[in-house]
């Protein structure tokens, strides 16, 4: 059972266009949000992260929209540039031992 | 400065043998990661120590035997290797058990034939 659900699994976007990553979770005991960015032959890397008391977070180009309701949370890519092409992986954890449960990731390109 | 290391960054081998790969980390973290990537790129946690304390350890097969010498080091040692194991192993670390960035090694691309 997949417990977090990450779509679109490859997405192409236009230099200068917004690139949506979306995710949806079960477990309602999730309460840490994070996604990761990965380049190949790389380790993942903390890009931002969310805690459910707000709905969105904004760092840089980057920002994470929230929905509790409807236990989803999504990813939004201003002004997307060749150099965040990479996997993206959103995640979940609740206060378990920091227990990161990774969706399924989604592969960006970003063409010039 | 490399903030999570891992050896060897290639591993290639035999089915049924056993073999270890290497992590330490120079971050002062309390808490540390194995991870498996397969080849459709799907990460899963595989263990978490905390303080040389084994704290999560998700159905992985005993074949797998996790060992943290110290906060700074956990090893991985895979016995009796088989091809399905044949993955890239993440090793991670994080400041402690609570909410905090995981900090990711470069992977050791294992390939059992």
């Known amino acids: 059972q997949q417990q977090v659900k990450q779509s679109p699994q490859s997405l192409i976007v236009q230099k200068g266009g917004i690139s949506i990553i979306n995710c949806a979770y079960e477990n309602t005991a999730f309460d840490y949000f994070p996604w990761y960015q990965q380049f190949p032959g790389k380790g993942p890397a903390l890009l931002i992260a969310?805690?459910?008391?707000?709905s969105e977070k904004k760092e840089g180009r980057f920002t994470i929209s929230f929905n509790k309701s409807a236990k989803q949370f999504s990813l939004h890519i201003m002004d997307s540039q060749p150099g965040d092409s990479a996997t993206y992986f959103c995640?979940?954890?609740?206060?378990?031992?920091?227990?990161?449960?990774f969706g399924g990731g989604t592969r960006l390109m970003v063409k010039p | 400065d490399t903030a999570v290391s891992q050896t060897p960054k290639y591993l290639v081998t035999q089915m049924g043998n056993d073999k270890s790969i290497k992590c330490e980390q120079n971050l002062g973290h309390d808490t540390m990661y194995w991870y498996k990537q397969d080849s459709k790129k799907f990460l899963k946690i595989m263990f978490s120590?905390?303080?040389?304390?084994?704290?999560i350890n998700e159905t992985v097969p005993n074949r797998f035997s996790p060992k943290s010498p110290d906060k700074a080091h956990l090893n991985l040692h895979i016995n009796s290797l088989e091809l399905g194991d044949s993955a890239v192993y993440f090793c991670?670390?994080?400041?402690?058990?609570?909410?905090?960035?995981?900090?990711f090694g470069p992977g050791t691309r294992l390939t059992v034939l």
């Open positions: 969310i805690r459910p008391d707000v």
């Open positions: 120590y905390n303080n040389k304390e084994l704290i």
């Open positions: 995640a979940a954890s609740n206060n378990a031992g920091n227990m990161l449960t």
């Open positions: 991670a670390s994080s400041l402690n058990t609570a909410y905090n960035e995981q900090f």
